[in-house]
């Protein structure tokens, strides 16, 4: 290949490792032969010789819900593009034995780091027992737990929602809460909570639900037939589809009647009737912010305390979008 390219093999090295000392005219013309030879880099052959896998290993939640499934594409997306690869373990829950379990698998791999998607209340434990010599971060984990942290700052993003219902002018927001054993849910009840304590609104009890739009819906049964419930925060946008459902059926209409926003920004969220004002989550953030903080303790050879948090931002879409006088007669 370096004879054909017409440059020596150390740089044909440095084209395949995206090595910055290399001309980017050298660079094109490497690439050209490659592409032309069709070469695909021996990545078992490399992994023998610098006795470096180039691998990450994720432990990520069993599931299809939204916000996991795009926290762990945001870090296979970062990896990527940082050079390395992800190998991937799926558990049903987050605690010890399942994640011990795990990790062996992926340190068997010879992974280099770890990132654990932890988002419940009992990850501290399940994280207390990891290999001390292996960089670590919790995703989504407890903020004052011992391993480095990535998470979306989910306090800040209920406030936002909730302050922006109360500043429609609406007297109290309800709320539609996520499972209590769920860090994101407990963080989006505080948020909520604080926002309306400092502005003096009343704080009624929240509804549980379990992030489906099913609980969404059985929830907003029971609010649509609340007059006060004019201004509604539900902890993400599948449960918020359910309430809109449940409002409709009742004959309240959003957001004349009743304002409502969710937490996520799903793709859908912008297509529901009506379209549908929430919380984004910035995963891409996440994942970069993963996998620097994994790369940073492979350079530095040692396991760091730091504590990264994403800022969310806030969506105004039409269910918010309504005046917070008398609900519309009809």
């Given at each position: ?32 032969v ?9 990545t ?21 819900l ?30 010890r ?37 292996m ?14 942290v ?75 037939q ?59 953030g ?45």
């Open positions: 290949m370096a004879r054909f390219a017409g440059v020596s093999h150390q740089t044909v090295s440095r084209v395949l490792n995206n090595h910055p000392n290399v001309r980017e005219l050298t660079r094109a013309r490497v690439q050209a490659i592409d032309q030879l069709g070469y695909r880099p021996n078992a052959a490399r992994a023998l010789a610098s006795g470096k896998s180039k691998t990450l290993g994720v432990v990520a939640l069993d599931s299809t939204f916000g996991p499934a795009s926290t762990l594409w945001g870090i296979e997306r970062a990896a990527r593009r940082a050079g390395y690869f992800v190998s991937v373990v799926s558990v049903r829950s987050i605690d034995q399942s994640v011990r379990e795990a990790v062996r698998r992926l340190t068997d791999q010879s992974v280099e780091g770890l990132a654990v998607i932890a988002p419940f209340t009992s990850a501290p434990d399940a994280l207390a027992k990891l290999p001390t010599g960089p670590v971060v919790a995703v989504e984990g407890d903020p004052e737990g011992d391993v480095p990535v998470t979306v700052d989910q306090v800040e993003g209920a406030r936002l929602a909730t302050e922006h219902l109360l500043s429609a002018g609406y007297a109290t927001v309800f709320h539609i809460a996520g499972p209590p054993d769920w860090q994101e849910a407990r963080g989006r009840v505080s948020g909520w909570r604080s926002a309306l304590e400092q502005a003096g609104a009343e704080v009624t009890p929240p509804l549980a639900g379990n992030w489906s739009a099913r609980s969404g819906y059985e929830a907003g049964q029971v609010l649509a609340i007059p006060d419930a004019r201004a509604i925060f539900a902890a993400n946008d599948h449960m918020a589809l359910g309430l809109l459902r449940a409002l409709y059926e009742r004959g309240r209409r959003v957001p004349e009647d009743v304002a409502v926003v969710g937490f996520d920004d799903t793709p859908e969220s912008g297509y529901y009737i009506p379209p549908l004002t929430t919380v984004r989550q910035d995963f891409a996440v994942g970069r912010a993963v996998v620097q903080l994994l790369v940073d303790q492979l350079a530095n050879g040692a396991r760091t305390e730091d504590r990264v948090v994403i800022k969310p931002k806030l969506i105004c879409r039409r269910s918010s979008m309504a005046d917070a006088g008398p609900p519309t007669a009809h």
